[in-house]
C-alpha cells in the first residue's frame, strides 16, 4: 500500500564463501520463506492447469455457494468456483508484480551504473526524478494513470514499476560510487578493460545481493500496491487477480465472510515470506560483514598501536586474551619512595581483584580484565599505562560504572571513599558520578553532543547535580571557560561542538570534569587525539588544575611520557593484570618487568616531544634517573 | 535560518510546478477524443465540437495549460465535467477528512513507534525480540489487509465501532472519533512498524555515542540521558523515515477511506478516475503535491530545530 522505498542502509558485500541461498535456508525463517514463495511460484505458473473449472465459469445455481465437495472453497458473487479463481489469479498477481518488478529493476540498476559510473548531467537528472517521484503517493499517480490509459493491470504495473526504479537507483547509485575510486577498479581501467567489462566484472558483483534483497521488498510492495488497485474496482474486474477477487470478497462481507479470506490469505502469507525472506538475507550478509570486521580488529589490537612494544616482547597472545602464564605472575611491587609517602595511608579507591567480563553469543562470559588491584590517594596522580587492549580503559570505565553494553564486574570490589561501587545502582552511581568522580575523555570531538551547545552541556550537570540555579550555573561555567584557557568563553558557551577545535572540545570536557568539584578524575588518554603542541598545553593544564584543587588523578594512557611529566605512582597493566607498580621514580629507575623496560624503551622511540622529565617540581635526581632509564633499556636489549 | 527556508520553499514550489506541468500534459494529451468520451458514441460531431470547444479543449495545449495554471493561482482548478461543481471546492472539502485521518495517523505512529523503539533498544531481550518481530509483521502486511480485518473483528463482530460512514467533528466529537478511530488505527500499523526500526536503530546507535557516556559520568541519570540527548539525536533519522512514511499514509489514506466508506479526497480520487474526470484527477494530484511539499518543508524545519549543523548549511 505504501510506496515508501527504504533501500537497506548498508550496502553489505558478499563474501562468496558460502552462497546466499545456503546461507538463507540454513535459517528456519528463510528455508520456510523461500519454501512458501517456491510454491506460490508453482501454482502461478501451473496453476490454470490444474484448475478444476474455469475460472470465468459462473452458474447461477452456485452464486455465493458453500463450500462442497464439488466446490472446496464455494463459489463467489458471480457463482464462480473460488479454487479455480484463485489459482488463475495467482498467475495474473504473481506475473503483474513482476512486470513491475522487472521494469524498476532494469531502469533503476541501468540509471544508477551511468549516473555513478559517469557522473555529470545524468545524475542530477536522476535525482531530480526521484525527489519527484517520491513527491506523490503511488497510488495517486496511478489513479491518474489510469484515468488515462484504463483499467490494465499491465499498464498499470509499467507505470509502477517506474516508480519504483529510484529504489534500484539509489542502491546501485551509492555501490558504484563507493567502487569506483577503489584502486583495483582504476588498476582494471589502466589494464585496459572497457567500461562494460568493468561494469559486470566488479560493480556488479558488488551490488548483486543487495539487489536481490530489495527486490524482494519491491514485489512485495508491488503485490500490495496491485492487489489495492484491484481492491478498489478499479482494475480489468473479467481478469482473476487476488485484488479482485477480495473486491467482490469485501461487498458481500456480510453474506460469505470466507470469500475474504483466501485472496487475504494468499496476499499477506506472500508479502510476509517476501519480507522475511529479504531481512533474512540482510541479516546472513550483514553478518558475515561484522565477523570480518572484528576479525580485522582482533588482528589491528594484536599488532597494537605501539608496534615496538609488541614486538620486543613477543610474547602477545592477540589484544585481550586470557594470558595463563601472565595471570600466574604476581605484580612486582617497588616500595614507596619519600614522595609517595608523604600521601600514604589516605586511600580514597581501593579496588580489589577486579575481573571484568563480556557476556557471549553462544552464552559464555569473556573476561577482559582478570583481577587487578589498585589505590588511589587522596591527592595524587596516578599513572595505569599499558598498550591498548590491556584493559586500563574497562578498569577505568568498572570504576565509573560505565562499562559498554555487555560488559559486567565478575569479581572482585571497588571501594570509593568507603562506599562499594561494584554492587551499587545506578541510582547510587548518579550520586557519585561527577560530584565524587569526574572523567575526562580521550575523544574531544565524539564526547561532546552534537545537538546541543558546549555552554547548555556544561550547565546541566551543575544545575541537576549541585542544584544550582540558571543564573549561577551559567556564570560558573563561564568562569571555568576561563580557566580552562579558552580565549572568548562567552562564544564557545554559546557554539555548538562543531564550531569549536579538537584542543578547544578537550579543554571544555576539562572543564566539565572538574565543574562539579569532585575528589578523583579519571583521565582516559587525555591527550592522545590531539596534536603535539596543544598535548603540552593541555598537561600543563591537567596538572595545574589538580595541584590547585589537591583532587587525585588517575591518568590512563599508554606514554610513558605523560606519565613521567605527571604522576606520583605507577601501575603498569598488560593482558588484564597489573604487572608492575610503584613511584614514578622507582618504575623509571628500576623497572623489573620485561613488559616494563620495553614500554619505557618506546618512548626513547616516540622521539622528544617533550622532555621526558619536566616540570618544575622536578630534581636533578629524577634527570639522572631518566638516564639511568634509558641505559638500563640499552643494557637490558629490549630494543 | 531564513535563506534554509526558503530556499526549501523555492525547491518545493518548483517541484509543485514541475508536477503540474507533466500530470496535466499526460492527462490531457493521454486521453484521446474528451469530449467524444464524455458525450458518447451517440452524439454527432457537431455536438461533440461543440463541447470540446466549451472545455477549452480546442485550444493548444499549452494555451490550456496557461489558462489553467493562471487561475489555479486565483485558487480556481476548474470545474467537473461531469457535475459542474467547483474541483477547488470539492478537493478542500474532502481534505478535511483525509487529513484528520492521516495526520491522525501520523501522530500515533510517531508517539508509538518512539515508545517502542527506545523499549527494544533500551531493554533489549525478548521485548527487542516482540518489537522486531512485529515490525516486520506490520511492515509486510497491506494496509488495507489490516483495515479489512478491523472491519471483520471490530465492526462486524465485535459491534464496537461503527463499519462505514463519516461524522464530522463539528457535528458530534464523539460521533467523528468513532467514525475515525478504525481508519486511523489501519492506517498507523504499517508506519509504526517501519518507523519503530528506524528508531530502535538511530536510538541504538546514538546510545553507543561516547557524548552518552561522558554525560552520564558528569552525574546525569541514564533516563535523561536518554530522554534529552540520545532522542534528539536520535530524531533526525527517524523524522526522515515518517516524512516518507507520511507520503505513504496519503496513498493509504485512498484505500482506506474506500474501505470504511469516508468522504476524503481518496474516495474522489477513485470516483473521478472511474469516471475520466480529468479536471478532478489533475485537481488531486495538485492538492496531494502540495500538501506533501508542504510536510516536507515542516519536517525539514523540525530537523533544522533538532540538528544544529542542517541550520547552518
Request: proline fraction near 4%.
Amino acid at each position: 500500500m505504501t510506496t515508501a522505498i527504504t533501500p537497506p542502509n548498508t550496502i553489505p558485500t558478499p563474501t562468496g564463501r558460502t552462497s546466499l541461498l545456503r546461507r538463507v535456508i540454513r535459517r528456519p525463517l528463510g528455508a520456510i520463506s523461500l519454501a512458501f514463495l517456491l510454491v506460490v511460484a508453482l501454482i502461478a505458473v501451473i496453476g490454470p492447469l490444474i484448475a478444476p473449472y474455469d475460472p470465468n465459469l459462473a452458474s447461477l445455481q452456485l452464486v455465493l455457494a458453500q463450500p462442497s465437495a464439488e466446490h472446496p472453497l464455494g463459489a463467489d458473487s458471480g457463482g464462480r468456483d473460488v479454487l479455480s479463481r484463485l489459482l488463475a489469479a495467482t498467475q495474473i498477481s504473481i506475473a503483474a508484480a513482476l512486470v513491475a518488478l522487472v521494469t524498476a529493476l532494469l531502469i533503476g540498476v541501468i540509471a544508477g551504473l551511468i549516473a555513478g559510473y559517469y557522473r555529470g548531467w545524468f545524475d542530477n537528472v536522476a535525482s531530480w526524478f526521484t525527489a519527484l517521484v517520491m513527491a506523490l503517493p503511488g497510488i495517486v499517480v496511478l489513479l491518474a494513470a489510469r484515468a488515462v490509459v484504463g483499467p490494465s493491470v499491465w499498464a498499470a504495473m509499467f507505470i509502477f514499476g517506474i516508480l519504483l526504479a529510484p529504489a534500484y537507483f539509489r542502491l546501485v547509485y551509492a555501490a558504484v560510487s563507493a567502487v569506483r575510486s577503489e584502486l583495483y577498479v582504476d588498476a582494471a581501467r589502466v589494464s585496459g578493460l572497457s567500461d562494460l567489462r568493468i561494469i559486470s566484472r566488479h560493480i556488479l558483483s558488488v551490488v548483486r545481493a543487495p539487489i536481490i534483497i530489495q527486490s524482494a521488498i519491491v514485489a512485495g510492495i508491488a503485490i500490495a500496491i496491485q492487489s489495492g488497485l484491484e481492491f478498489l474496482g478499479l482494475g480489468d474486474m473479467s481478469v482473476p487477480t487476488w485484488g479482485s477477487m477480495l473486491n467482490d470478497g469485501f461487498i458481500n462481507i456480510y453474506k460469505a465472510p470466507l470469500l475474504m479470506m483466501w485472496p487475504s490469505l494468499a496476499i499477506a502469507l506472500t508479502s510476509i515470506a517476501l519480507t522475511l525472506l529479504a531481512n533474512v538475507m540482510r541479516d546472513a550478509l550483514e553478518r558475515t560483514v561484522q565477523v570480518r570486521r572484528r576479525r580485522r580488529r582482533a588482528v589491528a589490537t594484536a599488532t597494537g598501536s605501539i608496534a615496538a612494544v609488541t614486538t620486543s616482547i613477543g610474547t602477545v597472545t592477540g589484544g585481550i586474551g586470557l594470558d595463563a602464564e601472565a595471570e600466574a605472575e604476581p605484580t612486582i611491587r617497588h616500595a614507596d619512595d619519600e614522595r609517595a609517602a608523604a600521601r600514604a595511608g589516605d586511600t580514597i579507591l581501593d579496588v580489589r581483584d577486579l575481573r571484568i567480563g563480556y557476556g557471549q553469543d553462544d552464552g559464555g562470559t569473556l573476561e577482559v580484565v582478570h583481577g587487578v588491584s589498585l589505590d588511589i590517594r587522596r591527592g595524587e596522580v596516578h599513572g595505569l599505562i599499558g598498550e591498548s587492549g590491556s584493559g586500563k580503559t574497562q578498569t577505568a570505565f568498572a570504576v565509573l560504572g560505565l562499562l559498554p553494553r555487555g560488559g559486567r564486574i565478575t569479581g572482585g570490589s571497588i571501594d570509593y571513599e568507603g562506599v562499594r561501587l561494584d554492587t551499587a545502582g545506578e541510582r547510587e552511581y548518579t550520586a557519585i558520578r561527577g560530584r565524587r568522580i569526574g572523567y575526562i575523555p580521550q575523544e574531544p570531538m565524539s564526547n561532546l553532543d552534537p545537538s546541543f551547545t558546549i555552554g547548555s552541556q556544561l550547565v546541566e550537570p551543575l544545575r541537576v547535580g549541585l542544584g544550582l540555579s540558571k543564573k549561577d550555573a551559567t556564570e560558573k561555567a563561564l568562569a571555568l571557560l576561563e580557566r580552562v584557557g579558552i580565549p572568548d568563553p562567552k562564544r564557545t558557551f554559546a557554539a555548538y561542538p562543531h564550531e569549536v577545535s579538537g584542543g578547544m572540545a578537550q579543554r571544555v570536557l576539562i572543564a566539565g570534569a572538574v565543574s562539579t568539584d569532585p575528589d578523583l578524575i579519571i583521565a582516559d588518554e587525555p591527550t592522545t587525539a590531539l596534536d603535539v603542541t596543544v598535548q603540552a598545553e593541555v598537561l600543563d593544564l591537567l596538572r595545574d588544575l589538580q595541584a590547585e584543587r589537591q583532587m587525585a588523578l588517575l591518568l590512563v594512557t599508554h606514554n610513558f611520557g605523560v606519565v613521567a611529566d605527571l604522576c606520583d605512582r605507577v601501575s603498569v597493566m598488560q593482558h588484564g593484570l597489573i604487572v608492575e607498580h610503584g613511584p614514578v621514580r622507582a618504575i623509571f629507575g628500576r623497572a623489573e618487568h620485561p613488559y616494563t623496560r620495553s614500554l619505557l624503551g618506546a618512548i626513547l622511540d616516540e622521539g622528544p616531544a617533550r622532555a621526558p622529565l619536566g616540570g618544575a617540581d622536578i630534581e636533578q635526581a629524577d634527570i639522572e634517573d631518566a638516564d639511568i632509564v634509558k641505559a638500563a633499556v640499552v643494557k637490558g636489549g629490549a630494543r | 535560518m531564513l535563506p534554509f527556508v526558503l530556499r526549501r520553499l523555492a525547491s518545493g514550489v518548483v517541484l509543485v510546478f514541475v508536477i503540474s506541468v507533466i500530470a496535466y500534459a499526460l492527462l490531457y494529451l493521454g486521453g484521446g477524443d474528451i469530449a467524444r468520451r464524455i458525450l458518447g458514441q451517440n452524439a454527432t460531431d457537431d455536438v461533440v465540437a461543440q463541447k470540446a470547444a466549451d472545455l477549452g479543449l480546442d485550444q493548444p495545449l499549452l494555451a490550456q495549460y496557461f489558462d489553467w495554471l493562471t487561475s489555479a493561482f486565483g485558487g480556481d482548478l476548474g470545474r467537473s465535467w461531469f457535475t459542474g461543481q467547483l474541483v477547488a471546492v470539492s478537493v478542500s472539502s474532502r481534505l478535511a477528512v483525509t487529513l484528520s485521518i492521516v495526520i491522525g495517523a501520523t501522530i500515533i505512529a510517531a508517539i508509538v513507534a518512539v515508545v517502542l523503539g527506545v523499549l527494544a533498544a533500551r531493554r533489549g531481550g525478548w521485548i527487542d525480540n516482540v518489537v522486531q518481530f512485529v515490525s516486520v509483521i506490520g511492515f509486510a502486511i497491506p494496509g488495507f489487509l489490516i483495515a479489512l480485518v478491523l472491519v471483520l473483528v471490530f465492526a462486524i463482530n465485535l459491534g464496537l465501532f461503527k463499519a462505514t460512514g463519516y461524522v464530522p467533528f463539528a457535528s458530534s466529537p464523539s460521533g467523528w472519533i468513532a467514525s475515525v478511530t478504525l481508519p486511523v488505527v489501519a492506517l498507523s500499523i504499517g508506519a509504526i512498524a517501519t518507523v519503530a526500526q528506524q528508531v530502535r536503530g538511530s536510538v541504538l546507535d546514538a546510545l553507543s555515542r561516547d557524548y552518552v557516556r561522558t554525560l552520564r559520568s558528569r552525574g546525569l541519570s541514564t533516563n535523561r540521558v536518554v530522554y534529552k540527548h540520545v532522542l534528539r539525536n536520535a530524531g533526525g533519522p527517524a523524522l526522515a523515515v515518517l516524512a516518507v512514511q507520511f507520503v505513504g499514509l496519503l496513498g493509504g489514506a485512498v484505500i482506506v477511506e474506500q474501505i470504511f466508506a469516508l468522504p476524503g479526497i481518496g474516495q474522489l480520487a477513485v470516483q473521478a478516475t472511474g469516471a475520466g474526470d480529468i479536471p478532478v484527477v489533475m485537481g488531486v494530484v495538485i492538492a496531494t503535491a502540495i500538501i506533501v511539499v508542504v510536510v516536507n518543508l515542516l519536517i525539514d524545519l523540525a530537523q533544522a530545530a533538532l540538528n544544529p549543523k542542517v541550520r547552518l548549511s
